[in-house]
């Protein structure tokens, strides 16, 4: 069961070098929410009928402990280099890592994973990972990316976050507000549009739109969708940005010199849906810097 540590930053831990870098990563995020780190493991048995020349199943749980509890002192050596001073707390659990995870993250602030694992058995399988807690999880989930896939996540830059003017994507908007502040940056927010003559049922109509009443339209809705959040923030200078395209591309662009980049897990679809999930597993297949992905409150509407 998970510890009974609550709003701590969760780490899933594969042994890789990528998730030794999202625990560095994610320690600085304790840190900065004053918060515990928890670091975990998860591995699962194969439940089928091993070959004679196969280690039974018994055999194959000791490695995996053993393995597991080594991967986590490998990870928590990392974690106390730079910050000796962190509460860590690590588990290790036999379970499915998305099971796992979700569990984890019923009572966790954030949770925390490396851009590539390991594969295999006890491998995160990151991206279906993270897009599976997106989708289920009860906290904001990060796949801490550097500029290559071996670097470090960069610690310079912009909050980056994309909204599509949605009500869900105020879940987006509320993180990306708070770890700029958190952080002593700025914030950059963005929408997207596309204009609706450039889907091919659209235009099979000849319909005829203006592009500049759009784009006036879709910025006269961002600076309402802002008021609030601005107010409650009014020290922090926020950059909005409206463009035409698509969203992936633009965000990937100004991911490029971010040090995070906030999306929801969904958002309202159709021609200008900027929260897809399409979008957030884009962004965490190729952005140059971690990547928020926020699921909505699990309360009204929104838990539909």
Same mark, same amino acid.
């Given at each position: 069961?998970?510890?009974?540590?609550?709003?701590?930053?969760? &780490?899933?831990?594969?042994?890789?070098?990528?998730?030794?870098?999202?625990?560095?990563?994610?320690?600085?995020?304790?840190?900065?929410? %004053?918060?515990? *780190?928890?670091?975990?493991?998860?591995?699962?048995?194969?439940?089928?009928?091993?070959?004679?020349? &196969?280690?039974?199943?018994?055999?194959?749980?000791?490695?995996?402990?053993?393995?597991?509890?080594?991967?986590?002192?490998?990870?928590?050596?990392?974690?106390?280099?730079?910050?000796? @001073?962190?509460?860590?707390?690590?588990?290790?659990?036999?379970?499915?890592?998305?099971?796992?995870?979700?569990?984890?993250? *019923?009572?966790?602030?954030?949770?925390?994973?490396?851009?590539?694992?390991? +594969?295999?058995?006890? +491998?995160?399988?990151?991206?279906?990972?993270?897009?599976?807690?997106?989708?289920?999880?009860?906290?904001?989930?990060?796949?801490?990316?550097?500029?290559?896939?071996?670097?470090?996540?960069?610690?310079?830059?912009?909050?980056?976050? %994309?909204?599509? +003017?949605?009500?869900?994507?105020?879940?987006?908007?509320?993180?990306?507000?708070?770890?700029?502040?958190?952080?002593?940056?700025?914030?950059?927010?963005?929408?997207?549009?596309?204009? /609706?003559?450039?889907?091919?049922?659209?235009?099979?109509?000849?319909?005829?739109?203006?592009? @500049?009443?759009?784009?006036?339209?879709?910025?006269?809705?961002?600076?309402?969708?802002?008021?609030?959040?601005?107010?409650?923030?009014? @020290?922090?200078?926020?950059?909005?940005?409206?463009?035409?395209?698509?969203?992936?591309?633009?965000?990937?662009?100004?991911?490029?010199?971010?040090?995070?980049? /906030? /999306?929801?897990?969904?958002?309202? %679809?159709?021609?200008? +849906?900027?929260?897809?999930?399409?979008?957030?597993?884009?962004?965490?297949?190729?952005?140059?810097?971690?990547?928020?992905?926020?699921?909505?409150?699990?309360?009204?509407?929104?838990?539909?």
């Amino acid at each position: 069961m998970p510890s009974a540590t609550e709003d701590a930053v969760v &780490v899933g831990i594969d042994g890789s070098g990528s998730a030794k870098r999202a625990a560095v990563w994610a320690a600085a995020e304790a840190v900065k929410r %004053g918060k515990r *780190l928890r670091l975990v493991h998860v591995y699962a048995v194969p439940q089928v009928r091993l070959p004679a020349v &196969v280690p039974s199943a018994e055999a194959l749980r000791s490695g995996f402990e053993a393995q597991g509890a080594r991967w986590l002192a490998e990870a928590c050596d990392a974690v106390a280099e730079g910050y000796p @001073d962190l509460i860590v707390e690590s588990a290790a659990r036999e379970w499915a890592p998305v099971a796992a995870l979700i569990q984890e993250s *019923l009572t966790a602030t954030l949770i925390v994973l490396g851009s590539r694992g390991l +594969g295999g058995f006890t +491998g995160l399988l990151v991206g279906s990972t993270a897009v599976a807690l997106a989708q289920h999880g009860h906290c904001p989930i990060v796949v801490a990316r550097g500029r290559r896939p071996d670097d470090i996540p960069p610690e310079v830059g912009s909050v980056v976050v %994309g909204t599509d +003017g949605s009500e869900s994507s105020d879940a987006a908007l509320a993180f990306a507000f708070d770890e700029a502040s958190l952080r002593g940056t700025d914030l950059i927010v963005v929408r997207v549009w596309n204009e /609706v003559t450039d889907h091919e049922s659209a235009r099979a109509h000849a319909l005829t739109v203006d592009p @500049d009443a759009i784009e006036s339209a879709e910025r006269q809705a961002l600076d309402e969708q802002l008021v609030p959040w601005r107010a409650k923030y009014p @020290d922090l200078y926020v950059e909005t940005v409206v463009a035409r395209g698509r969203p992936v591309r633009a965000l990937l662009g100004f991911g490029e010199r971010a040090q995070l980049l /906030v /999306v929801g897990s969904r958002g309202r %679809g159709g021609f200008q +849906g900027m929260l897809l999930g399409s979008t957030s597993q884009a962004l965490v297949a190729h952005s140059e810097c971690p990547v928020a992905v926020v699921r909505p409150t699990l309360t009204g509407q929104e838990s539909k």
